[in-house]
């Protein structure tokens, strides 16, 4: 399988997708949002743009199943998947603002073959293979040399739904907000994972996550020099519903940090 070759072809549907969402953007009807659960919405862009990415990827690599947000097609029970959000940050879409991510990622079994994130707004695409390096637009990136979280950028979100673990996440995000240049939230895991690998943040970490909010980010992020775990540092990231993502550098002291809080919480 020529990755390389495949992930130029993915990278032509996210952009395609990506497209069709910044066009019907400027004449997007609010009224027409269904809501899924409490905070969490779909749009008639969400479900377009994944059928046009199902339509596309199953002619790249026909013997994939997919497992997308939206339900379009079915999953292999191991070997080929495609991981697919249309629109990773719908409320940003629907409210206007940014930013949105198309995120694709390929999947042989448990293994990422391939992830590319494309954001809408500012057309930046992000892409890797699990054999080459990451890429920003054609452009190589990696992450940052910050050592230290006193001097670290961090990303977060919110959860929308499960909010059991809602205490300790509340004081991970006052020890970040106290002892880091600041924290974030930007409303897009994918794009919070991208921005990681090119070094804009320093590490991310959010909990409540699902397997098409996170797969193609973290293998970017791995490929350019970053570390991917779940909290306990586990590689339990992509379908375990919690993930964190660094510079190696970093690394060490923020998985401390974080485990400490939430498992500490979890078991009291």
């Known amino acids: 399988m020529k990755l390389e070759l495949i992930c130029e072809q993915v990278v032509t549907e996210a952009k395609k997708a990506g497209s069709f969402a910044m066009e019907q953007r400027a004449n997007f009807n609010i ?10 919405f779909v749009s008639y862009v969400d479900r377009t743009c994944e059928a046009m990415l199902v339509d596309g990827l199953s002619k790249i690599v026909p013997q994939a199943g997919f497992i997308a947000e939206e339900g379009t097609g079915k999953p292999n029970k191991g070997g080929l998947n495609w991981v697919v959000d249309p629109l990773d940050g719908t409320t940003n879409y629907i409210h206007g603002i940014s930013p949105f991510a198309v995120s694709i990622a ?25 054999d ?6 054609g452009a190589p990136i990696k992450v940052s040399e910050t050592g230290k979280v006193n001097d670290a950028l961090v990303a977060t979100g919110f959860p929308y739904y499960d909010y059991s673990r809602i205490n300790p996440f509340f004081q991970t995000m006052e020890y970040f907000m106290r002892n880091s240049h600041g924290l974030r939230r930007l409303g897009s895991a994918a794009t919070d994972l991208v921005y990681v690998a090119c070094g804009r943040f320093d590490a991310f970490y959010e909990y409540g996550l699902s397997p098409w909010d996170v797969a193609a980010g973290a293998l970017i992020v791995e490929r350019a020099g970053g570390r991917v775990c779940d909290f306990k540092r586990g590689n339990d990231f992509i379908f375990g ?16 940090i974080l485990n400490g809080m939430m498992s500490k919480s979890q078991s009291e």
Do not use: R
């Not at 080459?132 to 637009?137: E, K, V």
């Not at 519903?241 to 401390?256: C, K, Q």
């Open 241 to 256: 519903g919690e993930i964190m993502a660094t510079n190696s550098s970093l690394y060490g002291e923020f998985a401390d």
């Open 106 to 130: 390929l999947m042989d079994d448990q293994k990422l073959l391939l992830g590319v994130v494309y954001e809408a707004n500012l057309k930046e695409c992000f892409w890797a293979t699990a």
């Open 132 to 137: 080459s390096q990451a890429y920003l637009n």
């Open 31 to 40: 009224n027409k949002v269904e809501v899924k659960g409490k905070h969490n």
